[in-house]
Protein backbone atom coordinates (compact mmCIF):
# COMPACT_ATOMS: atom_id res chain seq x y z
CA UNK A 1 0.00 0.00 0.00
CA UNK A 2 0.92 3.49 -0.78
CA UNK A 3 0.16 5.95 1.89
CA UNK A 4 -0.17 10.16 0.26
CA UNK A 5 0.97 11.84 3.41
CA UNK A 6 1.81 15.44 5.18
CA UNK A 7 4.11 15.08 7.57
CA UNK A 8 2.11 18.00 9.53
CA UNK A 9 -1.43 16.85 8.13
CA UNK A 10 -3.29 15.60 11.52
CA UNK A 11 -5.58 13.55 9.00
CA UNK A 12 -2.44 11.66 7.69
CA UNK A 13 -0.94 11.37 11.00
CA UNK A 14 -4.20 9.38 12.13
CA UNK A 15 -3.89 7.18 9.47
CA UNK A 16 -0.54 6.64 9.84
CA UNK A 17 -0.90 5.35 13.63
CA UNK A 18 -3.70 3.47 12.08
CA UNK A 19 -1.70 1.66 10.06
CA UNK A 20 1.05 1.03 12.22
CA UNK A 21 -1.47 -0.51 15.20
CA UNK A 22 -2.43 -2.70 12.95
CA UNK A 23 0.58 -3.96 12.06
CA UNK A 24 0.68 -3.23 7.93
CA UNK A 25 3.01 -2.62 5.41
CA UNK A 26 2.87 0.46 3.59
CA UNK A 27 5.10 3.05 2.08
CA UNK A 28 4.70 7.02 2.34
CA UNK A 29 4.53 9.21 -0.52
CA UNK A 30 5.56 12.92 0.67
CA UNK A 31 2.80 15.78 -0.58
CA UNK A 32 4.14 18.79 0.21
CA UNK A 33 0.86 21.12 1.27
CA UNK A 34 3.18 24.60 0.86
CA UNK A 35 5.76 23.77 -1.54
CA UNK A 36 5.05 25.54 -5.09
CA UNK A 37 1.72 26.45 -3.95
CA UNK A 38 1.04 22.79 -2.91
CA UNK A 39 1.67 20.00 -4.31
CA UNK A 40 -1.57 18.20 -3.78
CA UNK A 41 -3.34 21.17 -6.20
CA UNK A 42 -0.96 19.28 -8.98
CA UNK A 43 -3.01 18.01 -11.83
CA UNK A 44 -1.12 14.33 -11.12
CA UNK A 45 -2.46 14.11 -7.70
CA UNK A 46 -6.05 15.53 -8.33
CA UNK A 47 -6.12 12.10 -10.29
CA UNK A 48 -5.59 10.44 -7.42
CA UNK A 49 -7.53 13.19 -4.77
CA UNK A 50 -10.66 15.16 -6.63
CA UNK A 51 -10.41 17.55 -3.53
CA UNK A 52 -6.39 18.08 -3.42
CA UNK A 53 -6.55 16.95 0.50
CA UNK A 54 -4.31 14.27 1.95
CA UNK A 55 -4.06 12.07 3.03
CA UNK A 56 -4.60 9.35 -0.02
CA UNK A 57 -4.20 5.48 0.64
CA UNK A 58 -3.64 3.12 -2.58
CA UNK A 59 -4.48 -0.37 -1.62
CA UNK A 60 -2.70 -3.20 -2.94
CA UNK A 61 -4.82 -3.78 -5.44
CA UNK A 62 -4.50 -0.20 -6.59
CA UNK A 63 -7.55 1.89 -5.21
CA UNK A 64 -7.08 5.30 -4.26
CA UNK A 65 -9.17 6.07 -0.90
CA UNK A 66 -9.67 9.71 0.30
CA UNK A 67 -11.13 10.60 4.08
CA UNK A 68 -8.88 9.42 6.98
CA UNK A 69 -12.11 8.01 9.00
CA UNK A 70 -13.17 6.05 5.65
CA UNK A 71 -9.53 5.05 5.45
CA UNK A 72 -9.56 3.91 8.91
CA UNK A 73 -12.94 2.46 8.86
CA UNK A 74 -11.42 0.19 5.13
CA UNK A 75 -8.78 -0.91 7.44
CA UNK A 76 -10.60 -1.85 10.49
CA UNK A 77 -13.17 -3.91 8.09
CA UNK A 78 -10.06 -5.75 6.18
CA UNK A 79 -7.67 -6.41 8.90
CA UNK A 80 -9.75 -7.21 11.95
CA UNK A 81 -7.22 -7.58 14.54
CA UNK A 82 -6.31 -5.85 16.63
CA UNK A 83 -9.53 -4.08 16.50
CA UNK A 84 -9.71 -0.13 17.17
CA UNK A 85 -13.13 -0.36 17.70
CA UNK A 86 -15.03 -2.53 20.45
CA UNK A 87 -17.61 -5.22 19.76
CA UNK A 88 -20.32 -3.71 21.84
CA UNK A 89 -22.64 -1.48 19.29
CA UNK A 90 -23.20 1.27 22.05
CA UNK A 91 -19.55 1.68 22.98
CA UNK A 92 -18.65 1.79 19.32
CA UNK A 93 -21.02 4.82 18.93
CA UNK A 94 -19.49 6.33 21.94
CA UNK A 95 -15.82 5.99 20.53
CA UNK A 96 -17.17 6.93 16.92
CA UNK A 97 -18.54 10.44 18.80
CA UNK A 98 -15.07 11.07 20.03
CA UNK A 99 -13.34 10.81 17.03
CA UNK A 100 -15.95 13.00 15.21
CA UNK A 101 -15.87 15.19 17.43
CA UNK A 102 -12.22 15.89 17.15
CA UNK A 103 -12.44 15.06 13.01
CA UNK A 104 -15.56 17.01 12.00
CA UNK A 105 -15.79 19.68 14.83
CA UNK A 106 -12.60 20.90 15.81
CA UNK A 107 -10.30 20.17 12.67
CA UNK A 108 -12.12 21.90 10.35
CA UNK A 109 -11.81 24.73 12.03
CA UNK A 110 -7.41 24.32 12.74
CA UNK A 111 -7.07 23.37 9.04
CA UNK A 112 -4.21 24.70 7.43
CA UNK A 113 -6.46 25.73 3.78
CA UNK A 114 -8.61 27.47 6.03
CA UNK A 115 -6.29 29.65 8.24
CA UNK A 116 -4.32 30.60 4.72
CA UNK A 117 -7.94 31.60 3.66
CA UNK A 118 -7.92 33.55 6.75
CA UNK A 119 -4.90 35.59 6.27
CA UNK A 120 -4.57 35.30 2.44
CA UNK A 121 -8.38 36.36 1.38
CA UNK A 122 -9.96 38.10 4.71
CA UNK A 123 -6.89 39.77 5.59
CA UNK A 124 -6.63 38.80 9.07
CA UNK A 125 -3.78 39.58 11.11
CA UNK A 126 -1.45 36.37 11.94
CA UNK A 127 -2.19 37.52 15.99
CA UNK A 128 -5.94 37.42 15.44
CA UNK A 129 -5.97 33.97 13.44
CA UNK A 130 -3.79 32.19 16.40
CA UNK A 131 -6.26 33.50 18.62
CA UNK A 132 -8.99 32.20 16.15
CA UNK A 133 -6.93 28.16 16.70
CA UNK A 134 -5.91 28.65 19.87
CA UNK A 135 -10.15 29.65 20.38
CA UNK A 136 -11.44 26.52 19.11
CA UNK A 137 -8.81 24.24 19.90
CA UNK A 138 -9.03 24.97 23.60
CA UNK A 139 -13.15 24.53 23.09
CA UNK A 140 -13.43 21.70 21.34
CA UNK A 141 -10.55 19.33 23.41
CA UNK A 142 -12.06 20.97 26.54
CA UNK A 143 -15.57 19.64 25.70
CA UNK A 144 -13.54 15.77 24.65
CA UNK A 145 -12.03 16.05 28.22
CA UNK A 146 -14.99 16.71 29.48
CA UNK A 147 -16.66 13.37 28.03
CA UNK A 148 -13.77 11.56 28.59
CA UNK A 149 -13.21 12.32 32.64
CA UNK A 150 -16.71 11.58 33.35
CA UNK A 151 -17.10 8.32 31.75
CA UNK A 152 -16.54 5.18 33.26
CA UNK A 153 -15.34 3.76 29.92
CA UNK A 154 -12.19 5.51 29.69
CA UNK A 155 -8.92 3.93 30.88
CA UNK A 156 -5.44 3.96 29.88
CA UNK A 157 -6.89 5.16 26.60
CA UNK A 158 -9.84 6.69 25.26
CA UNK A 159 -11.45 3.32 25.61
CA UNK A 160 -10.52 0.87 28.33
CA UNK A 161 -6.86 -0.61 28.40
CA UNK A 162 -6.11 -0.43 24.65
CA UNK A 163 -5.62 2.12 21.90
CA UNK A 164 -8.04 2.51 19.15
CA UNK A 165 -9.85 5.10 17.05
CA UNK A 166 -10.45 7.91 19.75
CA UNK A 167 -6.65 7.88 20.01
CA UNK A 168 -5.52 7.87 16.77
CA UNK A 169 -7.78 11.44 16.35
CA UNK A 170 -6.49 12.58 20.08
CA UNK A 171 -2.82 12.36 19.29
CA UNK A 172 -2.13 14.32 16.14
CA UNK A 173 -4.81 16.97 17.43
CA UNK A 174 -2.87 17.58 20.74
CA UNK A 175 0.43 17.49 19.08
CA UNK A 176 -1.59 20.75 16.90
CA UNK A 177 -2.40 22.23 19.79
CA UNK A 178 1.46 22.13 21.53
CA UNK A 179 2.84 23.07 18.58
CA UNK A 180 0.47 26.02 18.08
CA UNK A 181 1.28 26.69 22.03
CA UNK A 182 -2.12 26.04 23.20
CA UNK A 183 -3.37 25.92 26.98
CA UNK A 184 -4.28 22.30 27.63
CA UNK A 185 -3.19 22.93 31.59
CA UNK A 186 -7.15 22.20 32.67
CA UNK A 187 -7.44 18.92 30.56
CA UNK A 188 -5.63 16.10 32.92
CA UNK A 189 -7.21 12.94 30.98
CA UNK A 190 -5.97 13.85 27.82
CA UNK A 191 -2.46 14.55 28.72
CA UNK A 192 -2.25 11.63 30.81
CA UNK A 193 -4.13 9.41 27.00
CA UNK A 194 -2.03 11.39 25.15
CA UNK A 195 1.42 10.23 27.27
CA UNK A 196 0.12 7.14 27.29
CA UNK A 197 -0.05 6.50 23.21
CA UNK A 198 3.22 8.11 22.75
CA UNK A 199 5.13 5.82 24.97
CA UNK A 200 3.74 3.03 21.76
CA UNK A 201 5.95 2.53 19.02
CA UNK A 202 3.09 2.62 16.95
CA UNK A 203 2.03 6.16 17.83
CA UNK A 204 5.88 7.33 17.85
CA UNK A 205 6.76 6.04 15.06
CA UNK A 206 3.57 7.97 13.43
CA UNK A 207 5.32 11.15 14.57
CA UNK A 208 5.41 14.20 12.26
CA UNK A 209 9.19 14.87 13.54
CA UNK A 210 9.90 10.70 12.41
CA UNK A 211 8.34 11.19 9.21
CA UNK A 212 11.07 11.47 6.24
CA UNK A 213 9.69 14.67 4.57
CA UNK A 214 9.90 16.38 8.05
CA UNK A 215 10.83 19.54 8.43
Not at 63 to 72: K, R, Y
Not at 89 to 97: G, H, T
Not at 131 to 157: F, I, N, P
Not at 168 to 186: F, H, I, K, T
Request: glycine share 4%.
Amino acid sequence: MKLYSYFRSSASYRVRIALNLKGLTYETVPVHLLKDGGEQLTPAYRQLSQDGLVPVLVTNDGQSLTQSLAIIDYLEETCATPALLPSDPLDRAWVRSLALSIACDIHPLNNLRVLRYLVNEMAVPEEAKNRWYKHWVEQGLMSVEQVLAADARTGRYCFGELPGLADCCLVPQVANAERMGCDLSAMPTILRINAACLALEAFAAASPARQADAE
